[in-house]
Nanobody, 115 residues
Framework: QVQLVESGGGLVQPGGSLRLSCAAS???????MGWYRQAPGKQRELVAD???????NYLDRVKGRFTISRDNAANTVSLQMNSLKPDDTAVYYC??????????WGQGTQVTVSS
């Protein structure tokens, strides 16, 4: 069973930065890697994703502030978050979609943006 291990969440002041990382516990072929988030009382939404070939897609509200990257050899994905706003406060989830089979999800990491 593949597990995704996330790290990097925490508390940061508005305007600050955080970097989230996610690693798969075993070597699998991943077509799409991404980050989702869910704020209290809201639906989970896609923040950003990246294909095996490096094509990226971002939620409009984070464009220009967040950058997603991946290491195919290491099966890791990262999310660099700059100019954070209180509205970015949420639990962030790593997602990996293999070529075959169901998606894998991380356990979630809390990001809180507050002064």
């Amino acid at each position: 069973q593949v597990q995704l291990v996330e790290s990097g969440g925490g508390l940061v002041q508005p305007g600050g930065s955080l970097r989230l990382s996610c690693a798969a516990s075993s070597s699998i072929r991943i077509a799409l890697m991404g980050w989702y988030r869910q704020a209290p009382g809201k639906q989970r939404e896609l923040v950003a994703d990246i294909t095996h070939f490096g094509l990226t897609n971002y939620l409009d509200r984070v464009k220009g502030r967040f950058t997603i990257s991946r290491d195919n050899a290491a099966n890791t994905v990262s999310l660099q978050m700059n100019s954070l706003k209180p509205d970015d406060t949420a639990v962030y989830y790593c997602n990996m979609r293999p070529l075959l089979g169901s998606d894998y999800w991380g356990q979630g990491t809390q990001v809180t943006v507050s002064s």
